[in-house]
């Protein structure tokens, strides 16, 4: 069992930053993959960012590409979202999950509860 809590959500100005953080409890942190999704309004949960469990292997949304960085400490449980240059439509509920196994594949088996973010004009 792993559970996740997200923090780090809020407002923000257009090209702003904001660093979303999730931690992980549970035992099984260090050797599955995580990620990063988030919903908008209206919309489905879509995928943003992905990271192995070395945290050597990343993806990301192209739409975020350049401007988010993820990234890894297995020793606190914790992963990270970098969120740079944000835009107005990268507004929405952003939710932490975790992977079954090692890789960035299929559906995330564990989610947090997610934490909103807000780009305002």
């Known amino acids: 069992q792993v559970q996740l809590v997200e923090s780090g959500g809020g407002l923000v100005q257009a090209g702003g930053s904001l660093r979303l953080s999730c931690a992980a409890s549970?035992?099984?942190?260090?050797?599955?993959?995580m990620g990063w999704f988030r919903q908008a309004p209206g919309k489905e949960r879509e995928f943003v960012a992905g990271?192995?469990?070395?945290?050597?292997?990343?993806g990301y949304k192209d739409s975020v590409k350049g401007r988010f960085t993820i990234s890894r400490d297995n020793a606190k449980s914790t992963v990270y979202l970098q969120m740079n240059s944000l835009k107005q439509e990268d507004t929405a509920v952003y939710y932490c999950?975790?992977?079954?196994?090692?890789?960035?594949?299929?559906?995330?088996?564990?989610w947090g509860q997610g934490t909103q973010v807000t780009v305002s004009s």
């Open positions: 999950a975790a992977y079954s196994f090692t890789g960035v594949s299929g559906t995330p088996k564990y």
């Open positions: 549970g035992r099984t942190f260090s050797s599955v993959a």
């Open positions: 990271i192995g469990w070395r945290g050597d292997m990343t």
